[in-house]
């Protein structure tokens, strides 16, 4: 009737105050993770007139009972939208509305369908968030993600969750209930291997698609749609592969927008026989820029026809006056 319980509750701590005849009170301890995990109906005790029910907000949230709480029937309504904050490496971060159902994500850049509201779904989840904010960034470190909760008292929780743990364990514990106002923060990894980045790419709250822009000597230039972490040489072929009468095919030019706003590029030598590595076959991100140079011979041969145009014009206008 009080609306329920929310994820910060200590449910171990619940204490009745009961005001008794000559003045004094009464204080009476109850544990309703007890009534959950055991049964035990003796915790959902019966209340007076006066009494007074404190449920004080948990010093640390325990993960293996965080899923059990927010399913339980007397936590608070799942079918009221969530106002939270995802920042760091998603594609759209910032504040999002989520409500219960499941979500899914488009292309990279693109916010995440939020699901519609019911009352028969689970509260939202942190993976459900991270889809709602476009999905993860490719260097995303999955096992220190964070999330900043406030109590009702002002205090701030932080709650540390592993997805590592989901994806290889299946540990559903990881994936712990949202309320309104938290905060998800997740933080850039360092040093990832190629078998981790492939293995970023494919998880279900990581993006569909990201655009890469693949300009010149190439079959089909223009932008291609690629799984996130895609090799450079896999983006070449999305294109139609090499101009074979025009290309350069020894190196091409990576251009890519810095998240700083800063834009770095660099020749990679191109050797389409190795798998995916940083100096001959990067990974490649979001909105990246590969250009395909002419060969020595093609440069030659544009210039020749360059310096003849005039020329060649100039017999065509002859030929038709005369």
Same mark, same amino acid.
Do not use: C, W
């Given at each position: 009737?009080?609306?329920?319980?929310?994820?910060?509750?200590?449910?171990?701590?619940?204490?009745?105050?009961? @005001?008794?005849?000559?003045?004094?009170?009464?204080?009476? $301890?109850?544990?309703?993770?007890?009534?959950?995990?055991?049964?035990? *109906?003796?915790?959902?005790?019966?209340?007076?007139?006066?009494?007074?029910?404190?449920?004080?907000?948990?010093?640390?949230?325990?993960?293996?009972?965080?899923?059990?709480?927010?399913?339980?029937?007397?936590?608070?309504?799942?079918?009221?939208? *969530?106002?939270?904050?995802?920042? +760091?490496?998603?594609?759209?971060? +910032?504040?999002?509305?989520?409500?219960?159902?499941? $979500?899914?994500?488009?292309?990279?850049?693109?916010?995440?369908?939020?699901?519609?509201?019911?009352?028969?779904?689970?509260?939202?989840?942190?993976?459900?968030?991270?889809? !709602?904010? +476009?999905?993860?960034?490719?260097?995303?470190?999955?096992?220190?993600?964070?999330?900043?909760?406030?109590?009702?008292?002002?205090?701030?929780?932080?709650?540390?969750?592993?997805?590592?743990? =989901?994806?290889?364990?299946?540990?559903?514990?990881?994936?712990?209930?949202?309320?309104?106002?938290? !905060?998800?923060?997740?933080?850039?990894?360092?040093? =990832?291997?190629?078998? #981790?980045?492939?293995?970023?790419?494919?998880?279900?709250?990581?993006?569909?698609?990201?655009?890469?822009?693949?300009?010149? #000597?190439?079959?089909?230039?223009?932008?291609?749609?690629?799984?996130?972490?895609?090799?450079?040489?896999?983006?070449?072929?999305?294109?139609? &592969?090499?101009?074979?009468?025009?290309?350069?095919?020894?190196?091409?030019?990576?251009?890519?927008?810095? @998240?700083?706003? %800063?834009?770095?590029?660099?020749?990679?030598?191109?050797?389409?026989?190795?798998?995916?590595? #940083?100096? %001959?076959?990067?990974?490649?991100?979001?909105?990246?820029?590969?250009?395909?140079?002419?060969? &020595?011979?093609?440069?030659?041969?544009?210039?020749?026809?360059?310096?003849?145009?005039?020329?060649?014009?100039?017999?065509?206008?002859?030929?038709?006056?005369?």
């Amino acid at each position: 009737m009080a609306g329920g319980t929310s994820q910060s509750a200590d449910l171990r701590q619940i204490k009745i105050r009961r @005001p008794q005849l000559d003045g004094t009170e009464e204080l009476i $301890s109850i544990d309703l993770l007890k009534l959950l995990q055991e049964g035990d *109906l003796s915790q959902n005790l019966e209340l007076r007139d006066k009494d007074t029910i404190v449920i004080p907000a948990t010093t640390k949230v325990d993960l293996a009972s965080a899923l059990l709480v927010s399913n339980a029937s007397f936590a608070s309504d799942r079918s009221e939208p *969530l106002n939270i904050a995802v920042i +760091g490496e998603v594609y759209r971060p +910032g504040p999002h509305t989520i409500r219960p159902g499941s $979500s899914s994500i488009g292309a990279a850049g693109t916010i995440g369908n939020p699901g519609a509201a019911t009352t028969t779904q689970e509260l939202p989840t942190v993976t459900q968030a991270i889809q !709602t904010a +476009g999905g993860i960034k490719p260097e995303a470190n999955l096992r220190q993600i964070q999330i900043r909760r406030r109590t009702h008292t002002g205090a701030e929780q932080l709650i540390d969750v592993d997805l590592a743990k =989901l994806l290889k364990e299946g540990d559903l514990s990881q994936d712990i209930a949202l309320q309104a106002g938290d !905060t998800i923060i997740v933080p850039k990894a360092e040093g =990832l291997t190629a078998q #981790e980045l492939t293995e970023l790419a494919t998880i279900s709250f990581a993006p569909a698609t990201i655009d890469v822009n693949v300009v010149g #000597e190439v079959i089909r230039p223009g932008v291609v749609k690629i799984q996130p972490n895609t090799p450079l040489n896999t983006a070449m072929l999305a294109a139609g &592969g090499f101009n074979e009468s025009r290309a350069n095919r020894s190196k091409v030019k990576l251009i890519r927008l810095n @998240p700083d706003g %800063t834009v770095s590029q660099r020749d990679i030598k191109v050797d389409l026989d190795q798998p995916l590595n #940083e100096e %001959t076959n990067p990974a490649l991100r979001n909105n990246d820029v590969v250009v395909v140079g002419r060969s &020595g011979l093609t440069k030659f041969g544009d210039g020749v026809r360059n310096i003849l145009a005039p020329v060649t014009s100039g017999f065509g206008l002859f030929n038709l006056l005369f």
